[in-house]
């Protein structure tokens, strides 16, 4: 099964400071997402992603998160002003159209 | 808004004998899709299984399968001949079509955390 790829696997970050998460999805996926799990919780849905557009996103989604796909295959989650509760394991995900999503390895972010 | 609810915060089974981790759902809509993620310890999410709401026959991947009961509303997973590796945390998630009128994001349970005692 081929894999989506996210980059870094761990990052440290001071409060206040712009994080961009990395993500590559597999070649024939069409729709891209990232989730989120804060520590012990359960996986939180943030945005979708599709045509170059946001289609979907969550309340937790607000202005100091973005996402885009700048070089067609790069799909990138930015914080701009990072605080201490978006310390979490952020999941980028992606889906060929057939109704399965699949999960990248995630990016655990730390914020001090 | 659609709810899945895991009432089972955790669960241990002996290696090889057989484990059913429960699921239950909240929905209006009559198509849907219904997933298990496993979480090892590594904390990426691994697609288990798949069910599609109109298919009446159960989903099975080589020692996992479902007994998918939509009448109840009801999505539980069965582990047989359980291994060390199966040990992980089990998510339930639920998903509308994207030709329905719904959301089109995965609602996750709360998970069950597995333990396969040797």
């Known amino acids: 099964e081929p894999e989506v790829t996210q980059t870094p696997s761990h990052q440290v970050t001071q409060m206040g400071q712009e994080v961009i998460l990395r993500c590559v999805p597999i070649?024939?996926?069409?729709?891209f997402y990232w989730y989120r799990q804060i520590l012990g919780q359960k996986v939180e849905f943030l945005v979708s992603f599709y045509n170059n557009e946001i289609s979907e996103k969550s309340e937790i989604f607000d202005d100091q998160f973005s996402v885009e796909r700048p070089d067609g295959s790069n799909f990138t989650l930015k914080i701009r002003s990072t605080k201490l509760e978006d310390s979490a394991m952020y999941f980028c995900?992606?889906?060929?159209?057939?109704?399965?999503?699949?999960f990248g390895e995630g990016s655990w972010l730390t914020v001090v | 808004a659609q709810t899945v609810t895991q009432s089972q915060p955790e669960m241990s089974v002996q290696e090889a004998e057989t484990v059913t981790l429960s699921c239950t759902y909240d929905?209006?809509?009559?198509?849907?899709?219904l997933f298990w993620y496993k979480q090892p310890p590594s904390r990426q999410m691994i697609l288990v299984i798949r069910?599609?709401?109109?298919?009446?026959q159960n989903a099975t991947e080589n020692r996992f399968s479902v007994n998918f009961q939509k009448a109840a509303k009801s999505f539980s997973l069965k582990i047989s001949d359980s291994q060390l590796g199966d040990a992980a945390m089990y998510f339930c998630a639920y998903r509308s079509p994207r030709s329905g009128a719904g959301s089109y994001q995965l609602t996750f349970g709360k998970g069950t955390k597995l333990s396969v005692i040797p």
């Open positions: 069910q599609e709401a109109y298919k009446q």
């Open positions: 929905t209006s809509e009559s198509d849907y899709y």
């Open positions: 070649s024939n996926h069409l729709y």
């Open positions: 995900a992606g889906e060929a159209g057939r109704n399965t999503i699949y």
